[in-house]
């Protein structure tokens, strides 16, 4: 009987602790990148140029992809359906664009888990090289936003960026 006493103990802990963690959560990385400002602006400028180094359109080569409206401006879209769990299914619309400085856009997730997030894509030049800084800002709902005190967004987030930034440093500098 303490045993079970314990166990609902820890459970009601979770929820309260989870009730006072704030649900909105950002992660953005960035890297320095040995190319002109401009030339790095055509790798991220639309959503086919950023898929081209978007990790998960790699994860899954029978991907079904749709592109809609003038890629470049805000209002174009793609959509993805994949079977592959950590791919699944969702779109992305662009919200606004800074000619050669910002990239926005809006991310609607259907599979494996709905939500919405808001993605960004910033370049600034320093010195001879252009640093790009990319993120999402989101939020997760209660109970999962626990999550956030280990550090589990960022541990999911950070490979998949870094893949990505990596690719693109190639895609200009090559």
């Known amino acids: ?23 909105r959560w950002n992660y953005e990385k960035s890297i320095l990148i040995n190319a002109p400002l401009e030339k790095v602006w055509n790798n991220v400028s639309t959503l086919q140029a950023i898929n081209r180094w978007n990790p ?18 805000p209002g ?19 919200t606004k664009i800074l000619p050669n400085a910002e990239v926005d856009s809006r ?24 640093r790009v800084s990319w993120g999402i800002e989101s939020s997760s709902p209660y109970p999962m936003n626990i999550l956030k005190l280990f550090g589990v967004i960022e541990k ?8 990505g930034l990596n690719k693109l440093k190639g895609l200009c500098e090559n």
């Open 56 to 73: 998960w359109m790699e994860r899954d080569p029978n991907l079904t992809v749709k592109y809609s409206g003038t890629d470049g401006t």
């Open 107 to 130: 991310i609607d997730f259907i599979r494996p888990f709905k939500g919405q997030g808001d993605a960004y894509v910033i370049l600034s030049p320093e010195r001879s090289t252009t």
């Open 76 to 94: 174009a879209s793609f959509s993805w359906d994949s079977p592959v769990k950590n791919v699944g299914a969702g779109s992305q619309t662009i």
């Open 156 to 163: 999911n987030m950070n490979r998949a960026f870094s893949d």
């Open 1 to 23: 009987m303490i045993a079970l006493y314990i166990v609902l103990g820890i459970i009601a802990l979770f929820f309260i602790i989870a009730a006072f963690v704030g649900r």
